[in-house]
């Protein structure tokens, strides 16, 4: 005699996020201008580089640390993007600490090459983790 087995359906969800990446990444790629204004002289603020690279203060950093850690902290991905985004926020504060020095030259290069590297490697993480969280599901 063959056994069948009933097969349950599981009704999913997508995972509601609690964070717009598209206004997070847009307030990340602000930081290019306003390190531009910096390595010119040009700056209208005062952004100590202590302040830029801590990467926990950001509202991306903030949900990397929380939420997003409780929903999506499992996966590679998520690993990635929290890496990413500290390098980014590394490379912002070196490049405002060698403006403080005067060191304009190694500033612009530094924006031009691991800054601008770096943010290229959290817009694809973000796209990454954005595409990854809307395949995860949770059941209902």
Same mark, same amino acid.
């Given at each position: 005699m063959l056994m069948s087995a009933k097969v349950q359906a599981v009704d999913f969800i997508p #995972?509601?996020?609690?964070i717009d990446f598209t206004e997070v990444l847009? !307030?990340?790629m602000e930081w290019r201008e306003r390190? %531009?204004?910096? %390595?010119k002289g040009a700056a /209208?603020?005062?952004w &100590?580089? @202590?302040? &830029?690279t801590q990467y926990d203060r950001c509202d991306l950093g903030r949900w990397l640390r929380s939420e997003g850690h409780s929903q999506l902290g499992h996966l590679p991905a998520f690993r990635r993007l929290e890496i990413v985004h500290a390098e980014f926020h590394y490379y912002a504060?070196? %490049? #405002? &600490?060698?403006t403080l020095l005067k060191e304009v030259a190694q500033a612009d290069e530094m924006l031009r090459n691991e800054f601008s !590297? &770096? /943010?290229? @490697?959290? #817009?694809?993480?973000?796209?990454?983790?954005?595409e990854l969280a809307g395949k995860t599901h949770q059941p209902v």
């Open positions: #995972l509601n996020l609690s847009m !307030q990340h390190l %531009i204004n910096h %390595i /209208t603020d005062d &100590a580089s @202590r302040d &830029a504060g070196a %490049i #405002l &600490a060698k !590297q &770096a /943010t290229r @490697r959290m #817009l694809v993480a973000v796209n990454e983790l954005n």
